[in-house]
């Protein structure tokens, strides 16, 4: 009888165990994904990862994937090192028992971004820059305080390189977004955009599937609208231009809609470069053309200003969720290599 006790508590103590095991890895989450050259595209192998607070240190593998493991619930900055490119940290928020897709791309630390004729270059494109905003924990524009941008309800976090407090974070909420009374912006038949997005997995809250996240779009007719470039659910760079060409506000001569057949992944940096003139429209993706269109040329607005981060009208609610990084405008059609030289030259 005792034998069969001590035999019953063996059996019950190991089964407890057992348990306690399972539940205790339930605890942990992990993260995976595969990084690439921003440039190429290419699969990068041999690229170090590691983590704060720290883990074990993984190295991706030849098609470039890479997974973490065991990692307890908690907000991680993952840094991805490989020799010959900028290292590169991201923010990770572990969930337990999930595991969380995370890619990103490296950009070289050689060639072109420290290529003195391409600084130049870049400098030179300077006196066609209308306004730029670095984000550098604060929404005011480098080289025009008119321009300033005020808005409440956005953060500041850590850029494409890793480094906290040079990007703006927006919460897909009413009052996350910015402002600038920019009414005299489209009085031009050229114009660029180029910024940074990375963002978050729901892109934000839609309106009829469009996410603006730079926008002059609110009410029909002469004088008000203008354009907006959008967010689709499905991450496509979409867009509008209005001008009301026809008496009817609504006719079909007054707007253009466009969408790139390229997506931006949730959670990744992405350059975006929008350009316009003589009725042309370009979309690049990455310093590639990826779309291309003639539209009309949009109105100029005496009624909105510039948002970033919402649909201009509240009753149309549209409100970007994610990150944003050195948006500049230009009072000219950008080439697709000017767009790689602002690129590669973050800091100039």
Known sequence: MKKMLLIMSVILSFTINSCDDNNSNLNYGSIQGKVTDGESSELLENVQISTVPSSSVVTTNNKGNYRIENLLPYSYDITFSKPGYISKTVSIQILSGKTTNTDVFLIKSNGSPIDSNNIGKDQ????????????????????????????TDVGYTSNKFGINNKAIQFYGRN??????????????????????????????????????????????????????????????????????????????????????????????????????????????????????????????????????????????????????????????????????????????
């Open 175 to 348: 009052n996350s977004y910015l402002y600038s009374e920019m009414y005299s912006l489209f009085n031009l038949n050229e114009f660029s955009y180029i910024f940074w997005l990375n963002p978050d997995e729901t892109y934000g809250t839609d309106y009829y599937d469009y996410i603006d996240v730079i926008s002059r779009w609110g009410n029909w007719g002469q004088d008000n609208q203008s354009f907006a470039f959008s967010l689709s659910k499905q991450g496509h760079i979409k867009g509008m231009f209005y001008n009301m060409i026809q008496n009817q506000t609504d006719h079909p001569d007054n707007y253009s809609f466009f969408q790139s057949p390229g997506n931006l992944i949730s959670k990744v940096w992405t350059n975006v470069a929008i350009t316009f003139k003589n009725n042309s429209l370009k979309i690049y993706l990455n310093g590639e053309l990826n779309f291309e269109m003639n539209v009309i040329q949009p109105q100029p607005s005496m009624l909105y200003g510039l948002c970033v981060g919402k649909r201009f009208d509240n009753n149309q609610l549209s409100f970007y969720k994610g990150l944003m990084d050195d948006l500049r405008i230009y009072k000219k059609e950008l080439t697709k290599d000017e767009i790689k030289i602002i690129m590669d030259n973050i800091d100039s």
């Open 124 to 151: 030179a494109l300077n006196s066609f820059m209308l306004t730029r905003y670095k984000f550098d924990g604060n929404t005011n524009s480098t080289n025009n305080s008119l321009l300033n941008f005020y808005g």
